[in-house]
């Protein structure tokens, strides 16, 4: 073969889906810069791109490394479910050893190797790492020099992309920044192993595009990479196209929620401390979401964070009972070692839910810190808002943490607190944060007795209905 190759025409895909939603494809002749300290996910990120590209374009990839060796590289690619000896043996990938790069004479080598392949039809070229190449050209004229070659030789004239891994090894570094220069776009990863969310990118640059402001937070596994705060577009429209809003009429609860809960909408209600619980207020949610899932087929997730699981009301159990399949409950035991996509939006698969309700995140303040958890709110917010999922979030306040973490407070579209009414002996819940609330409104828990009583009838109701129809439908199978 020789010539142009025959996919340069074809923008390339991300290794992360949501990244391609979030910034768009990458055209065929860009240089992308993949920065960050030595595991921080840089050559995962790299490989699934590359496996991404040859699956769903039909690119031909050369893969340089003076990182690891050939084997080692195929070791990390199968753990992220990447079979790169397959994509080598079809001929899809080419891999060029090169670790121990000693003078500048190699690299010469490498970059003629890299045109001798280009010319072979290869539209897609990584270096992992540029670093020690960076390091043996020595002089900034000679790297300039270099880099020339790589981006206008070789991505902009022949209509390649590259792709380079940059290990960002001290800070300020001058290399990096001439590297941050040349390049069409900039990815930085980050990896704190004390955070809630370990693994994070940011989009630093990327030619003629808007990039997004916060940080991306994904997770590796087995089956690859998968971002935690971001999703598709797609995917989401679908979701919430099917979503249904939650209609209230009972008085009091009208004044504390609005009319109707629409999807997407998120609810904070902060418990100040001596107060414990919601009073009446628990006992009227669970009805109301229970009936909602009866007749409206709403699906409900419940998660509790906490080492034991929370007291149970009856009709909890009832529900649970009754809803099955339409009821998520998950108990995170946060004392363990867990995962982060489980945390906060802790239904991994937003199909799972329409309605979300979360509580006990203080257990995880007081592992984390305010400002981890305050990180992690914020973040769902945003995706469970995009997802059309209506959240409830409960965070119980205390003498050591007497404060919510502030994305509870800014984010919400309905704020409520409760405090303890020891006068009255019952609790006061007060809308903070509403829009449709023109004012503060201040009711008694015990001001939704009539409605609870109401709900639980009508609940009895259409479970009795139910287990009647059930009835039947055996008793017609025995005849």
Known sequence: MGGEPANSSKPKFFGIKELDDIIGMIPPNYVI????????????????????????????????????????????????????????????????????????????????EIMKHILDGYDMVVIDSVTPLMKILGSYAKKRAWLHTVVYKIASAQNVTVLMVCDTLVKHDPDVALLEYLADAVIRLEFDPDS????????????????????????????????????SEEFARKLRSRRKELVITEEPAIKLLGPKLRPGTQISIIVKHPATGLGLFHKYLVL???????????????VYFGKEKAHKLPEEGVIGKVLKGKLTEIIADVMQEQTPRDWGSPVSDPRLADVLVVSGYERLVELYGLEEVNKMLAAY?????????????????????????????????????????????CFNLRIVKGEHALRPVTILDTELRYAVEKLRQEFEGVVRELMRSKEGVRGGGRE
């Open 381 to 425: 917010h945003v995706i469970d808002s995009k997802l059309g999922l209506i959240t409830f979030r409960i965070f119980r306040t205390s003498p050591s943490i007497p404060n919510p973490p502030s994305s509870m407070m800014t984010l919400s579209d309905i704020v409520l607190e409760v405090t303890l009414n020891e006068e009255r002996e």
């Open 196 to 231: 809630v969310f370990p693994r994070s990118l940011r989009v630093l640059k990327f030619r003629t595009k808007h990039v997004p402001s916060f940080p991306i937070y994904f997770y590796i596994t087995s089956e690859g990479i998968h971002a935690i705060n971001a999703v």
């Open 33 to 112: 810069l993949l920065e960050g300290k030595p595991g921080t996910g840089k050559t995962s990120l790299a490989i699934r791109t590359v496996c991404r590209n040859i699956r769903e374009v039909g690119s031909r990839v050369l893969y340089v490394t003076s990182n690891e060796c050939a084997s080692k590289l195929k070791e990390v690619a199968r753990s992220i479910g990447c079979n790169l000896d397959a994509r080598v043996a079809e001929g899809s990938v080419k891999v060029i050893e090169c670790p121990t790069l000693s003078d500048e004479y190699l690299v010469e080598i490498i970059t003629e």
């Open 288 to 302: 109301k979401i229970g009936l909602e899932s009866l007749r409206k087929g709403v699906k409900v997730g419940i």
